[in-house]
């Protein structure tokens, strides 16, 4: 993986409101981020258990999978030279509030509890997410090649 791709979420909230064209729009061309990987698709409160099993232990777990679950989301996997933290840094603090003008969160992101987009946190989890949604067959480089993670 060496650090080259994160996955990425659109979540329900933005995909509802319309946001998830001008996001990736915004990830890619502003971001320089190349998506190699994409599906919109709606998780089951089990998938989104599942998936969000690592905060299982914290206050906020039950509000998330509930907010997760509620609608659809685009799932995308991103390439770029150091992925995970150049995407964290990208789209901003997780509060929009917090988050710096202009980043991802600062326009789309509503409350620290339903902000618009996720990001990867580690390269470890970020490989673990991006097997969560795709298959290895499912991810492709600029020329079409399938990728290895």
Do not use: W
């Not at 799932?75 to 603090?93: C, D, H």
Request: charged share 25%; proline share 3%; glycine share 8%.
């Amino acid at each position: 993986m060496a650090g080259r791709y994160t996955l990425s979420m659109i979540k329900p909230r933005a995909v509802r409101e319309g946001h998830a064209g001008e996001i990736l729009s915004i990830v890619t061309k502003q971001g320089g981020f190349r998506i190699v990987a994409m599906r919109m698709l709606r998780l089951s409160r089990e998938q989104a258990m599942k998936f969000y099993e690592v905060h299982k232990d914290k206050p906020f777990y039950n509000d998330l999978v509930e907010f997760m679950s509620s609608g659809p989301i685009v799932a995308y996997v991103l390439e770029k030279e150091n992925a995970v933290q150049a995407f964290r840094s990208f789209i901003g603090a997780t509060d929009p509030s917090k988050a710096e003008q202009g980043t991802i969160r600062s326009l789309f992101g509503k409350s620290i509890q339903e902000n618009c987009v996720h990001g990867s946190d580690s390269d470890e989890n970020a490989k673990r997410e991006i097997q969560f949604f795709f298959a290895s067959h499912e991810l492709f480089d600029a020329q079409g090649n399938i990728i290895e993670l």
